[in-house]
Nanobody, 121 residues
Framework: HVQLVESGGGAVQAGGSLRLSCAVS????????VAWFRQAPGQEREGVAF??????FYDDSVKGRFTFSKDNTKNALYLQMNSLKPGDTAMYYC?????????????????WGQGTQVTVS
């Protein structure tokens, strides 16, 4: 039974920081491609960043401000978010078990967490 559980969301002022975590069970992350997505109210879910064997890649909207890391010993993912902006307000989701295709396409992941809310004012 694969389970992804996000935590670390909250409400912060613009310019602040948050660190999101995603605990993964039931599947070994290893070198598999994993990703963070976000969905703002009334918007489609969009890819924020992904890690695969070729490295870590970020959407232009977060490049230089967010850092995606993975700890294979803990089977966990992290998203360090700095210099937060009101436009970063969204529900954030981690995703795992990549099917192939564009890594920031939400249809390419089999398993998702329940999300953690980030609100920037």
């Amino acid at each position: 039974h694969v389970q992804l559980v996000e935590s670390g969301g909250g409400a912060v002022q613009a310019g602040g920081s948050l660190r999101l975590s995603c605990a993964v069970s039931g599947v070994t992350l290893g070198r598999n491609c994993v990703a963070w997505f976000r969905q703002a109210p009334g918007q489609e879910r969009e890819g924020v960043a992904f890690i695969h064997s070729g490295g870590t890649f970020y959407d232009d909207s977060v490049k230089g401000r967010f850092t995606f890391s993975k700890d294979n010993t803990k089977n966990a993912l992290y998203l360090q978010m700095n210099s937060l902006k009101p436009g970063d307000t969204a529900m954030y989701y981690c995703a795992a078990v990549y099917k192939g295709g564009p890594p920031l396409d939400l249809n390419q992941y089999r398993y998702w967490g329940q999300g953690t809310q980030v609100t920037v004012s």
